[in-house]
Nanobody, 124 residues
Framework: QVQLVESGGGLVQPGGSLRLSCGAS????????MGWYRQAPGKQRELVAR???????NYADSVKGRFTISRDNAKNTVFLQMNSLKPEDTAVYHC??????????????????WGQGTTVTFSS
């Protein structure tokens, strides 16, 4: 399977910035889409941003103009640059990836993986 490990969360003040990173490891053939989702306390998980292997991006309306998603295909890593942070951005941010992996049989199969999450919180 594919393991995703996020980093970069932390405590931030309104208007501040953070950069999240997520690296994927495993028997990866390709990762078609990588994305960031978030789940605030008492709310459902929602899409923040995602990016295709070709670099096509889409964002939640609430983060457009403030967040930028990018990826390093060679390193199977995705980043989320978050600027002008607001208290409503408080959440656990989860990395997501879907693509194909090599099986021991020599064939490939699809996968969808989630990271454990990294927390973004605001200081008063």
């Amino acid at each position: 399977q594919v393991q995703l490990v996020e980093s970069g969360g932390g405590l931030v003040q309104p208007g501040g910035s953070l950069r999240l990173s997520c690296g994927a490891s495993g028997s990866i053939f390709s990762i078609n889409v990588m994305g960031w989702y978030r789940q605030a306390p008492g709310k459902q998980r929602e899409l923040v941003a995602r990016i295709t292997i070709g670099g096509i991006t889409n964002y939640a309306d609430s983060v457009k103009g403030r967040f930028t998603i990018s990826r390093d295909n060679a390193k199977n890593t995705v980043f989320l640059q978050m600027n002008s942070l607001k208290p409503e951005d408080t959440a656990v941010y989860h990395c997501n990836a879907d693509g194909e992996i090599y099986r021991s049989s020599g064939l490939m199969s699809g996968f969808v993986s989630w990271g454990q999450g990294t927390t973004v919180t605001f200081s008063s």
